[in-house]
C-alpha cells in the first residue's frame, strides 16, 4: 500500500509541477499534462495544477505515516 500511496503521489507532484509549468510559460504544443487536455478545466489550468500538487503531496505524506504504522506490532 506504502509503494502504490507513494508512487501516485510522485506521479501527481510531477503532473502538478509540469501543468503549471506549460501553462505559465505559455507553450502552445500539446503536452502529456492531464490538467490540459480536460475541456472543464479550460481557464483554470493553473488552479487544477495547483490542488493535484497539493493532493500529490498528501499522498506521499500518508505512504509515509503508512510506512510508520506498519513496523508497530513487527519485532
Not at 510559460?25 to 500538487?53: K, M, R
Request: overall charge neutral; some cysteine.
Amino acid at each position: 500500500m506504502k509503494v502504490i500511496l507513494d508512487v501516485a503521489g510522485v506521479l501527481c507532484i510531477v503532473q502538478a509541477v509540469g501543468g503549471a509549468l506549460n501553462n505559465l510559460l505559455g507553450s502552445s504544443t500539446p503536452s502529456w499534462f492531464l490538467v490540459n487536455h480536460i475541456a472543464a478545466l479550460d481557464g483554470y489550468e493553473i488552479f487544477a495544477s495547483i490542488v493535484v500538487g497539493v493532493l500529490g503531496v498528501a499522498l506521499c505524506a500518508a505512504a509515509r505515516a503508512v510506512g510508520r504504522t506498519s513496523g508497530r506490532g513487527e519485532g
